[in-house]
């Protein structure tokens, strides 16, 4: 925590934003106490913490599923966390997904494997693109190879810059695992789309590999085309995005 990014948390904190709240709550030791340059604090955070959960649990009260998740990020309480999946907060369904899927809970060995399937489906139906990946995973393994090219597909048209990767290398057959049509003109617009991460996620590497190896099917005409591709999605789909956590874990 820099005295810049402290100033601009508590601005959004000021505005009732509870994750910059959180945020500021959980900010001991941070590097303006380390080198004493940074103007005193608005709050102490242990008052920001305070604050946050006041108005989570006011909104968590009224039926309100994101605060409920907000509620269990603050306590580390899980019935919070299932209330919300329950509630439909796509965040807190992902997370109880994989809290199950790494043995948490009490359930019979194919009744867990129902949950994690259940959890993950729903999450994915409400737009998040890591469940979409997981149950996709899912499907795959259970021999559904239709779904995991839907949910591949719908996690790239998300903005998701992982799954646009694969989703650029599989229609172009890079590899041909999943049998998606071949179409190495999308496959090169996708995958050279990822080049404006400069480098973010490590994903700089993976497209000076991928990017030759499908150029090399292409012709001149081809690679303009794809070109042009690539600024229609841009224009016409999310930012890309990895998605990080709104609250560091």
Wanted: glycine share 8%.
């Amino acid at each position: 925590m820099s005295s810049e990014a402290r100033a601009w948390y508590e601005a959004s904190a000021n505005q009732g934003n509870i994750y910059a709240m959180i945020q500021l709550g959980r900010s001991e030791k941070d590097l303006c106490d380390i080198t004493r340059d940074c103007k005193p604090p608005q709050k102490d955070p242990i008052e920001w913490l305070n604050e946050a959960k006041k108005q989570a649990i006011e909104k968590a009260k009224n039926g309100n599923a994101e605060a409920m998740y907000i509620m269990y990020e603050i306590t580390l309480d899980d019935q919070w966390l299932e209330k919300a999946a329950i509630a439909g907060d796509d965040q807190a369904q992902y997370w109880l997904a994989v809290s199950y899927k790494q043995g948490d809970g009490f359930f019979l060995p194919w009744k867990r494997t129902e949950e994690v399937k259940k959890w993950f489906k729903l999450s994915a139906e409400a737009g998040n693109p890591r469940s979409m990946m997981e149950y996709a995973a899912l499907l795959f393994e259970s021999g559904d190879l239709e779904g995991f090219r839907h949910w591949n597909e719908q996690a790239a048209i998300a903005g998701y810059a992982e799954s646009v990767y694969g989703y650029g290398s599989y229609l172009d057959h890079e590899p041909d695992t999943y049998g998606f049509p071949y179409d190495p003109v999308k496959g090169y617009s996708l995958v050279s789309s990822l080049s404006i991460l400069n480098g973010g996620g490590g994903m700089q590497e993976n497209v000076e590999y991928k990017l030759p190896l499908i150029a090399a099917k292409l012709t001149p005409a081809q690679i303009s085309e794809a070109h042009e591709q690539t600024k229609k999605w841009a224009a016409t789909h999310p930012p890309l995005s990895f998605f990080p956590e709104k609250l560091s874990r």
